[in-house]
């Protein structure tokens, strides 16, 4: 009898869940329309879940109708080109739905957030929808942190990528704050402090004269947002032009960034001693 008892409750409780999902299917259809950015596409995919007489208002718009609400996407998307929306869970009771929502930019930063209001006609169908928006909305700081520490690696690996692979200056640049910091270790023959990009060029240029690099082992990224500082670490082989020998060295760079842009670097070799040794050494 439990066991009659049991199975009775589970198609009781996969008939609720089958409920809640069949409401949900017009939202979940609504969010598409906000993802879609061909307007006629999206035009089609409303007309499936919006009625003529079905309304949206907003603090930007009041509207009524399947081609006014693609309208105000349309005008939306002309604003905010690169935005993504995403959405929160669910809130069902009866023929109400609601859920949080943030609009991000292509980089992660918020453009706006609010709270959507749901009103459905037990069809399929949304009678209507009002939208709050949230003037006072924030990211978290861990979303924060995660957009700084992943524009920070993107800036990052363009100045590996300029700076020991392609050796295109041009590119650089632009990534490296007026005034930048470069510290090379004492002991080597390039070595001592560098400010500014020009000096910068002037210390790779000098580096030249005494070896010819390749990379051996791609970097790996370690990365303190809170301190907007990256480090790298890779594996050079480098060939002493004096002598001819070769050499694999791991290399660490601790970069340092502000709005964007790198204001200081200092290498650690992982023997400065040996290094400088293998540079200045003859046939």
């Known amino acids: 009898m439990r066991k009659i008892y049991f199975i009775c409750f589970l198609f009781m409780l996969n008939g609720l869940f089958a409920q809640k999902k069949d409401k949900l299917y017009p939202i979940s259809v609504y969010e598409k329309v906000w993802s879609e950015r061909n307007s006629e596409t999206r ?19 009041s509207i009524k109708g399947t081609v006014a609400l693609n309208n105000v996407i349309n005008e939306f998307y002309k604003k905010f080109p690169d935005a993504i929306l995403t959405s929160g869970s669910k809130v069902v009771k009866d023929n109400y739905v609601s859920w949080d929502w943030k609009i991000l930019d292509s980089k992660n930063k918020l453009i706006m957030a609010g709270r959507d209001f749901a009103r459905l006609n037990g069809k399929g169908q949304v009678s209507k929808i009002i939208g709050f928006w949230d003037s006072e909305a924030t990211l978290q700081e861990s979303e924060v942190l995660k957009n700084i520490e992943t524009d920070n690696f993107k800036v990052v690996a363009q100045y590996y990528e300029s700076f020991f692979k392609t050796r295109d200056f041009t590119t650089m640049a632009p990534l490296i704050e007026e005034g930048a910091i470069y510290s090379q270790a004492e002991g080597l023959p390039y070595g001592g402090t560098y400010v500014g990009f020009n000096e910068w060029i002037k210390m790779y240029t000098k580096s030249t004269e005494f070896f010819d690099l390749q990379i051996e082992k791609e970097p790996v990224y370690f990365s303190d947002a809170t301190k907007n500082e990256v480090i790298i670490y890779f594996t050079i082989k480098a060939k002493a032009k004096k002598s001819g020998k070769t050499l694999s060295m791991p290399i660490s760079e601790h970069i340092d960034l502000k709005n964007g842009k790198i204001i200081a670097i200092r290498p650690f070799y992982f023997d400065t001693k040996q290094f400088a040794e293998f540079l200045k050494s003859k046939k």
């Open 43 to 61: 035009l089609k995919i409303i007309k499936t879940i919006w009625l003529e007489e079905s309304t949206f208002e907003d603090p930007s718009a």
